[in-house]
Every structure is written in structure tokens, then in C-alpha cells.
């Protein structure tokens, strides 16, 4: 981090990125992406909602349950 914040402050004083990759002896390419990137803290990964395999079936499946629940308790 301190390595980060001070190829900030040398992007700021006016050093070109060439500059400071050979200085610090990081790829031009780490550099753009310090001086362009606000927040540091890592992202926490989002997560995916997939629906069930069922959800196509559940109106025919409560329909099912629905119609078992009048008939006789043997014939269920």
C-alpha cells in the first residue's frame, strides 16, 4: 500500500507513468491502473440467484397437492 500511495503522489506532482515505471520498477500498464482505480478495498463477490429447476412445475405440483386434499385420506 505504501508503495501505491507514493506512485499517487508522483502521478500528481506531474511525473509521467513512463517515469514512474522506472522508478519503481512496476509495469506501465500497474501503474494507470493505480492512478485511475478510487477504492483499493476488495469487492466482495456478488451472488448469483438462480431459480429452482422446479419453478416451472410448482403451479401444476400445488394444483396436485390442492386436489389430494379433498379426497379421501386413503386415496390420497
Not at 513512463?18 to 482505480?37: H, L
Amino acid at each position: 500500500m505504501p508503495q501505491i500511495q507514493s506512485i499517487r503522489e508522483q502521478y500528481q506532482k506531474g511525473s509521467s507513468v513512463a517515469e514512474i515505471s522506472r522508478t519503481f520498477g512496476v509495469d506501465p500498464k500497474t501503474i494507470r491502473k493505480y492512478v485511475n482505480q478510487e477504492d483499493f478495498s476488495p469487492q466482495p463477490p456478488e451472488k448469483l440467484i438462480k431459480g429452482s429447476i422446479l419453478d416451472p412445475y410448482k403451479p401444476l405440483i400445488d394444483s396436485w397437492l390442492l386436489e389430494d386434499q379433498g379426497r379421501w385420506h386413503k386415496q390420497r
